[in-house]
T-cell receptor
Framework: GDSVTQMEGPVTLSEEAFLTINCTYT??????LFWYVQYPGEGLQLLLK?????DKGSNKGFEATYRKETTSFHLEKGSVQVSDSAVYFC???????????FGAGTTVTVRA | EAGVAQSPRYKIIEKRQSVAFWCNPI?????LYWYQQILGQGPKLLIQ????????DSQLPKDRFSAERLKGVDSTLKIQPAKLEDSAVYLC?????????????FGQGTRLTVV
């Protein structure tokens, strides 16, 4: 079945450091890919998305590129801030069943 | 625009008791989802509605879990009887439709503790 695998956390960084969270997927259909973020005490919210190969999603300084050849959608940010501390979830939706499936999440803590 | 509303925010019950969660989606959203998020894991889809019809409930433990979406708006998720392993955050989400690009909006969830 369709699934998403994320790098395990937790990840702890200093402010202005470079952040990468790896995400790979397995899908029978041709998926759309998403990154959701969950800030402390808040609900999940969409961070960015990409719908086809080589698409780049971007938002709030975060970027992720849909790589069909490596079935990956890694999340990156060049200079993190304390306010980026959150749990990040990679997710996919395929055209065969339209279910939105999530990875296990990666906890990121940014220290001042 | 009002977001997805869920209640209660927290619930503590003893095993074998029953519990119900309520969700009010964003107005006009046809698709409604219930997810279970166990601590340290990603959300797992329990059931997905399109209007008041069930699209997918393949991961819903139907011997103890039930859900309904009357009139295609609000939804309730019930557990009867609860087990210790049901301790989790139950997330409700809604979206305009089921399309590939459609964003799902999430409520803050109900944290259930079964003791």
């Amino acid at each position: 079945g369709d699934s998403v695998t994320q790098m395990e956390g937790p990840v702890t960084l200093s402010e202005e450091a470079f952040l990468t969270i790896n995400c790979t997927y397995t899908a029978t259909g041709y998926p759309s890919l998403f990154w959701y973020v969950q800030y402390p005490g808040e609900g999940l919210q969409l961070l960015l998305k990409a719908t086809k190969a080589d698409d780049k999603g971007s938002n709030k300084g975060f970027e992720a590129t849909y790589r069909k050849e490596t079935t990956s959608f890694h999340l990156e940010k060049g200079s993190v801030q304390v306010s980026d501390s959150a749990v990040y979830f990679c997710a996919l939706r395929t055209s065969n069943d339209y279910k939105l499936s999530f990875g296990a999440g990666t906890t990121v803590t940014v220290r001042a | 625009e009002a977001g997805v509303a869920q209640s209660p925010r927290y619930k503590i019950i003893e095993k074998r008791q029953s519990v119900a969660f309520w969700c009010n989606p964003i107005s006009g959203h046809a698709t409604l989802y219930w997810y279970q998020q166990i601590l340290g894991q990603g959300p797992k889809l329990l059931i997905q509605f399109q209007n008041n019809g069930v699209v997918d409930d393949s991961q819903l433990p139907k011997d103890r879990f039930s859900a309904e979406r009357l009139k295609g708006v609000d939804s309730t998720l019930k557990i009867q009887p609860a087990k210790l392993e049901d301790s989790a955050v139950y997330l409700c989400a809604s979206s305009l439709g089921q399309g590939m690009l459609t964003e799902a909006f999430f409520g803050q969830g109900t944290r259930l503790t079964v003791v």
